[in-house]
């Protein structure tokens, strides 16, 4: 909640500290978020062993980035169809499964870059 005696830059500060308090939450508490990050952390230990150009550092940082965003709004939505709706409801399950399909589309696009970026690479060193 918003401070009235906060100024900008305190604003700023509280904001900032309310965003790490919820990338430490995820990080420790969503096992997808876990899992998400773990791979993340493989295809950028591959990048460094594959030598990847700039531009596909970028494309690769970017879908990563992509794919814990989308797992993390999907967490949210999740979390607060949850609390309005706690039993199972018909259109709480419909809301709740087009969040889910975010992260899936997300993935799938991350999967396509990998593979743009990785492919060649594989190919020529098995060559």
């Not at 430490?24 to 899992?35: G, Q, R, V």
């Not at 230990?45 to 709004?73: C, D, N, R, T």
């Given at each position: 909640?918003?401070?009235?005696n ?7 500060v ?22 998400q ?16 150009s ?11 980035g ?13 979390e607060?169809a949850d609390?309005?709706h706690?039993?199972?409801h018909?259109k709480?399950?419909?809301?709740k ?9 997300a ?18 060193l098995?060559?």
């Amino acid at each position: 909640m918003k401070n009235p005696n906060d100024g900008f830059v305190r604003g700023r500060v509280r904001s900032m500290k309310f965003a790490l308090r919820g990338m430490w939450l995820l990080l420790t508490t969503e096992d997808s978020i876990k899992a998400q990050s773990f791979l993340a952390l493989l295809s950028i230990i591959a990048g460094f062993y594959f030598k990847i150009s700039s531009f596909e550092w970028m494309a690769q940082l970017l879908v990563i980035g992509l794919v814990l965003v989308a797992e993390a709004v999907n967490t949210a939505v999740e979390e607060v169809a949850d609390f309005i709706h706690p039993d199972y409801h018909k259109k709480i399950g419909l809301i709740k499964d087009i969040a889910a399909g975010a992260p899936a589309i997300a993935a799938i696009i991350s999967l396509v870059i990998a593979g743009i970026i990785y492919l060649p690479k594989i190919i020529n060193l098995l060559a």
